[in-house]
């Protein structure tokens, strides 16, 4: 167990310096003039930094790091115009930049605010033109995000475009259905409301004439009438009659009854007619379907190894010794 935590420390200093150089700057010289100054080389950081900067290819960040280390160098060393033109330097770069009370004798500090007085109109001008280009470059990252999403709904219509098929629906329509009562026809065609009108008119029309006839009949009377036979006797026959009283109400029914059977055939014969007239033997329907899209490729990994367990026999100064070892 001591070994593995020795290991351990030793994996987590190895790894400590990279996390640290990561977040410095890139230019390696940058650092090793950062670590002159600390030492307090004055002359030579002024004089590296100085060639450092003459040759470019420098970032912002690095750019203004050497200004700085110059600038400080070149005020200890008294050379006030060589502090003050690397300063004016760092100040335009960063105008707003300031310099570490607890890291920096006051003087240094002291000395810089008065340049940053002495340039405030400038560095205005240098603010006003950062926020101009922070503002182009904000603007020109809003076109690049609508150029993308724009883009990108054009890949997906494209895509969507790709999977859809046209679907075409060819229809056979029987004839004799058209005589069929109740609408029917009407219903075959797609015309769902004229055959709602067909079969409700039909329909009450129907009902009425049963209702008729079945009213009428309830009015019908029968009874037995005695009548002398051919060979000398007496005969019932069963008579059907309709009460005088009733004979008014009976007509009416009877009216009716072959009225509405008028009715439903006229309007029977008005929808025979309509689906004759609008009858299609094949109707062909277009339309366009989109498929779902295919399934995402899933990429796929390898089953985690079933854990191991393994036994051990050593010999010792004493006998024999057994150890368990386990490994997932």
Sequence with gaps: M?????????????????TVLADEPADV?????RASYEYGR???????AGTRIDRGSLSDKDLAELHKLAGLSAFHLKRMDDAARHFRALLRLEPDFNL??????????TYLDDIRQQMSAELELVRQERRLRMERERTAAERRERERLAAEEQRRRVETLSRQITV???????????????GAG?????????????????????VTSIISFF?????????KVTVDDIDGGTLDVPVRYIPTSDRLQADNWTRLKWGSAAG????????????????????????????????????????????????????????AGAGFSLAF
């Design 264 to 319: 439903f055939y006229a309007v029977y014969a008005v929808g025979v007619l309509d689906a004759l007239l609008h009858h299609q033997d094949r109707v062909v329907q277009t339309h366009i379907e989109t498929l779902p899209a295919p399934p995402a490729l899933k990429e796929s990994t390898p089953d985690p190894a079933p854990p191991r367990a393994s036994l051990h026999l050593f010999p010792t100064s004493g006998g």
């Design 186 to 206: 009407q219903f075959q065609q797609g015309r769902t409301g004229l055959g709602t009108l067909f079969a409700a008119s039909e329909g009450a029309l129907a």
């Design 2 to 18: 001591s070994l593995r935590l020795r290991l351990l420390v030793l994996l987590l200093g190895l790894l400590t310096p990279v």
């Design 42 to 48: 004055y002359a030579e950081v002024l004089e590296r």
């Design 215 to 223: 009213a009428y009949s309830s009015l019908v009377k029968t009874r």
């Design 168 to 182: 075409r629906e060819v229809e056979s329509r029987s004839f004799l259905v058209n005589f069929v009562p109740f």
């Design 29 to 33: 010289e940058v650092n090793t003039l």
């Design 100 to 109: 570490d009370p607890f890291a920096t004798p006051p003087p240094v500090v």
